[in-house]
């Protein structure tokens, strides 16, 4: 293998890797733009994405199978079941604390990521659930690179969310609310616009993206368990902050580099894949010092 | 009366801002609203349009009660408002500006939004088509594609006032809207309040500390001094009025002897 090849390998790795990312980010990121919360509990959705992906394709698979037909339809079920949730636990935990210190509900976004681990861990007993899918293994060979049909549908899979989501926001009346809401919701409630219904919607969406992510990551990797939404929601924080924290296309952004990056980052010599995450979070240092807005994002302006 | 106040009170800790206000804004009427800086002119916009409750009185418009209704609910009934300080969506674009004062009138659910169902779609169109005329009567329509923020001063304020007829009001409620204009601009804010209130019949209530805008534009002036309306009438009644000239001249006192 050349060094090329191996240069177009982790290309490809790093973009499956970084759609994973991306789609989880964009959740921290709308949340975060809405209500200016940074939703910790945002990385446990993904995990209850990703089980509530293995009970619908439980559900479906034996009329549709288990291939990408039955994981596509589990994916949308529990795309609504999980934004349901989000909007549930957006009503019953975030709402009653909007008026009150920021601080406040920061604690509130851990402990309801502590009753989603928890509450996956009492159901699962901890143990790894195998997520079994008749996924092949097959791809395409160019040269040495190879590139498998799953990464393929995957990757096309989070571009067509994400385009979607860019068409939303910058093209319908529910769109344009929510970034109107994200600069300043006292205009928007003077304008009659309901904002807690956009509040709703942006966490409806924002727990489906990570709900997707979630049952595309357990049927790629084959095993789901109740903390693996832990460390990639402290990456997709990573990646918003990295793109700009309320942008939604610096969410995009920030997810595919952060992908990209770890996919090479792991490939320098003497730099072994156990020392990923420390190149990770040595990034979010790194842009929390040099540039703390992000790529794409803006200095807030606190106005009174 | 299209919009009525009767003994509307608002007190915060135990500090009177308005005390007993009663007055009303007929329909179809220009009508300002004067007083000395902290006189509780804006606090009494705010009790309007449901961000402040009051702790006493009856506001009425157009025969619904106004009081415990949240803001949007009053937007919804036909009351529109701009600020004091221009509070356009900075990095959105004039017409969408515009088109979110549509917002309150679209029919269609978050979930047809969502789903972007047909129906949605027409009612994009009719959104996008009452906005940009909105824009035109305030005459901006050129500028639509331009970030918001990009716009001088002056026609910030006119997007402000687009986007509030927007929201197809019956009473537009306008806080000092003339704040920062030059002398031309002035004028063609008067001319704008007129042609608002003469081709759209929009009821207009005012604040505004520019004296000879009002005594111009108005039909009807009501002057709040201490929380308390002092008087009210046609602008000659009140500008001969002792009281109205006490207090603003005992606001100068004040001033001096700071």
């Known amino acids: ?304 | 009366m299209l919009l009525q106040l009767n003994q509307v009170s608002l007190s915060f800790a135990g500090n009177s801002v308005l005390d007993e206000v009663a007055f009303g804004v007929a329909a179809g009427r220009i009508q300002s609203l004067i007083g000395p800086n902290g006189a509780g002119k804006t606090s009494l916009f705010n009790v309007i349009t449901g961000f402040y409750r009051p702790q006493r009185g009856e506001i009425t418009f157009d025969g619904e009660r106004l009081v415990k209704r949240k803001p949007h609910s009053v937007t919804r009934l036909g009351i529109a408002r701009t600020f004091q300080n221009v509070r356009l969506f900075r990095e959105m674009s004039v017409l969408e500006n515009v088109m979110a004062g549509q917002h309150c009138r679209s029919r269609a659910g978050a979930l047809a939004a969502v789903l972007r169902l047909p129906s949605q779609r027409a009612e994009e169109r009719r959104i996008r088509e009452t906005s940009l005329e909105c824009l035109d009567f305030v005459g901006l329509a050129d500028s639509q594609e331009r970030l918001a923020t990009n716009l001088a001063y002056g026609h910030q304020r006119r997007v402000e006032i687009a986007r509030a007829l927007a929201t197809e009001p019956k009473l537009l409620l306008l806080d000092e809207p003339a704040a920062g204009l030059n002398g031309s601009e002035k004028e063609a804010l008067v001319e704008l309040i007129r042609r608002i209130r003469d081709e759209r019949g929009i009821a207009v209530l005012l604040i505004e500390h520019d004296m000879s805008l009002v005594m111009s534009v108005s039909e009807h002036i009501s002057v709040l001094d201490h929380g308390s309306l002092i008087t009210e009438g046609t602008p000659q009644a009140v500008a001969n009025d002792p009281r109205v000239i006490e207090a603003y001249l005992g606001q100068d006192d004040e001033e001096l002897a700071l």
């Not at chain 1, 349901?84 to 920061?106: D, T």
């Not at chain 1, 910058?170 to 309901?194: E, F, Q």
């Not at chain 1, 296309?249 to 995450?277: N, V, Y």
Request: hydrophobic share 55%; with cysteine; proline share 1%.
């Open chain 1, 1 to 304: 293998m050349t060094w090329y090849d191996s240069l177009l390998q982790q290309l490809a790795d790093g973009l499956v890797l970084g759609s994973f990312y991306a789609l989880v980010a964009l959740g921290y990121t709308m949340v975060f733009g809405v209500i200016k919360l940074l939703n910790f509990a945002h990385g446990d959705l993904y995990m209850t994405g990703a089980f509530a992906g293995f009970g619908g394709l439980s559900l479906v698979s034996g009329v549709l199978g288990a291939g990408w037909l039955g994981i596509f339809v589990a994916m949308l079920l529990a795309m609504l079941a999980v934004g349901c949730l989000g909007v549930v636990i957006e009503r019953i935990a975030y709402h009653p604390m909007l008026a009150a210190p920021r601080l406040s509900i920061l604690i509130t976004a851990l402990a309801v990521s502590l009753v989603l681990q928890n509450a996956a861990l009492s159901l699962t007993g901890g143990q790894y659930t195998a997520f079994r899918t008749d996924l092949g293994f097959g791809g395409l060979s160019l040269g040495n690179l190879f590139i498998s049909y799953n990464q393929i549908v995957l990757v096309a899979t989070a571009a067509v969310l994400m385009i979607a989501l860019e068409l939303f926001v910058s093209k319908t009346l529910y769109g344009r609310a929510m970034r109107a809401v994200a600069i300043d919701k006292d205009m928007c409630r003077m304008l009659g616009i309901n904002v807690s219904a956009v509040i709703a919607i942006t966490f409806f969406i924002g727990s489906g993206l990570a709900a997707a992510a979630g049952t595309m990551a357990g049927a790629y990797y084959g095993s789901i368990w109740y903390f693996m939404g832990f460390l990639i929601g402290l990456k997709a924080f990573t990646a918003a902050v990295i793109g700009g924290i309320g942008s939604i296309t610096g969410a995009m952004l920030g997810g595919l580099i952060l992908g990209l990056l770890e996919s090479f980052g792991t490939h320098i010599p003497f730099i072994g894949s156990e020392w990923k995450d420390v190149f990770t979070f040595a990034i979010l240092i790194l842009v929390l010092v040099f540039k703390p807005t992000g790529l794409l994002g803006k200095s807030e302006v606190e106005r009174m």
